[in-house]
T-cell receptor, first 113, second 112 residues
Framework: GDSVTQMEGPVTLSEEAFLTINCTYT??????LFWYVQYPGEGLQLLLK?????DKGSNKGFEATYRKETTSFHLEKGSVQVSDSAVYFC????????????FGQGTELSVKP | ETGVTQSPTHLIKTRGQQVTLRCSSQ?????VSWYQQALGQGPQFIFQ???????GRGNFPPRFSGLQFPNYSSELNVNALELDDSALYLC???????????FGEGSRLTVL
């Protein structure tokens, strides 16, 4: 069945470091792909999305490119800030069921000043 | 514009009890989904309601049930609580079945 695999955390970085969080997926067809972020004590927020192969989603300095050939959607940011400390989830829709998502296990990011 | 609100934010129950969690969807949204997020895990889809009808269900037993009301708010009911039901329960609303999901902050349930 469809699934999402994320790199395990926690990830600890210094401020202004480069961030990569790996995400690979198994899916039927070519679904949209999403990154959600969960700040401490809050619900999930959509960070960015890509709807087709080679699309690049971007928001708040974060980017992710939909790579069909490697079935990947890695999240990157060139210079992280303390305020980026959160848990990041990669997600894709359940096949043929729009609006219902499969999430990865999440990667906790901690950015130190 | 009011976002998705959930209540209660925290609650403690004992094994065998029943619990009802509530969700008010964002204004203008007619679809509500519920997710269970165990500690250290990603959210898992429980079910979705569209215009008061269940519209898809994940791999959860029948003791997990729900309702959606004419104003599109929703309830999640869990009967015969088990220890493994301890989790953060997230509600998400959207404008249509495939629309962007907007999440509430969740209800944290602890089963003792």
């Amino acid at each position: 069945g469809d699934s999402v695999t994320q790199m395990e955390g926690p990830v600890t970085l210094s401020e202004e470091a480069f961030l990569t969080i790996n995400c690979t997926y198994t899916a039927t067809g070519y679904p949209s792909l999403f990154w959600y972020v969960q700040y401490p004590g809050e619900g999930l927020q959509l960070l960015l999305k890509a709807t087709k192969a080679d699309d690049k989603g971007s928001n708040k300095g974060f980017e992710a490119t939909y790579r069909k050939e490697t079935t990947s959607f890695h999240l990157e940011k060139g210079s992280v800030q303390v305020s980026d400390s959160a848990v990041y989830f990669c997600a894709l829709p359940i096949y043929n069921q729009g609006g219902k998502l499969i999430f990865g296990q999440g990667t906790e990011l901690s950015v130190k000043p | 514009e009011t976002g998705v609100t959930q209540s209660p934010t925290h609650l403690i129950k004992t094994r065998g009890q029943q619990v009802t969690l509530r969700c008010s969807s964002q204004s203008g949204h007619n679809t509500v989904s519920w997710y269970q997020q165990a500690l250290g895990q990603g959210p898992q889809f429980i079910f979705q309601y569209y215009r008061e009808e269940e519209n898809g269900r994940g791999n959860f037993p029948p003791r997990f049930s729900g309702l959606q009301f004419p104003n599109y708010s929703s309830e999640l009911n869990v009967n015969a609580l088990e220890l493994d039901d301890s989790a953060l329960y997230l509600c998400a609303s959207s404008t249509a079945e495939a629309g962007e999901l907007f999440f509430g902050e969740g209800s944290r349930l602890t089963v003792l």
